[in-house]
């Protein structure tokens, strides 16, 4: 059965830093596609990091250069290390997964296949 458990959302002032987690079970978290997606009020939900199974990554442009994904094997756990945050990057943060261990690109993994699986949430605030 496949859980993901995330943490370490919290309020920052903008130009902060937060690393979110998530604890994967179920699974090995380097078996199949995954990443981070974020939802706030009255907004579309946006995926924002992804990596696949192969390793390789992909960030909407939003993010590109302030985000970074990456996960531990030997922890199974994801992370989103986010830097330089933004009163826009205000949102639930939700992490996602592939609904198997098929090949995806991390863009298609980013935009598409991370939404077949998410976590309870955890919400980042940035204050001005």
């Known amino acids: 059965q496949v859980q993901l458990v995330e943490s370490g959302g919290g309020s920052v002032q903008a130009g902060g830093s937060l690393r979110l987690s998530c604890a994967v079970s179920?699974?090995?978290?380097?078996?199949?596609?995954m990443g981070w997606f974020r939802q706030a009020p009255g907004k579309e939900r946006e995926g924002v990091a992804s990596?696949?199974?192969?390793?390789?990554?992909d960030y909407a442009d939003s993010v590109k250069g302030r985000f970074t994904i990456s996960q531990d094997n030997a922890k199974n756990t994801l992370y989103l290390q986010m830097n330089s945050l933004k009163p826009e990057d205000t949102a639930m943060y939700y992490c996602?997964?592939?609904?198997?261990?098929?090949?995806?690109?991390?863009?298609?993994?980013?935009?598409?296949?991370?939404?077949?699986?998410g976590g309870q949430g955890t919400q980042v605030t940035v204050s001005s």
């Open positions: 990596i696949s199974n192969f390793g390789t990554t």
């Open positions: 996602g997964a592939a609904s198997s261990d098929a090949s995806y690109s991390a863009f298609y993994c980013r935009t598409r296949a991370i939404f077949a699986y």
């Open positions: 179920g699974y090995t978290v380097s078996s199949r596609c």
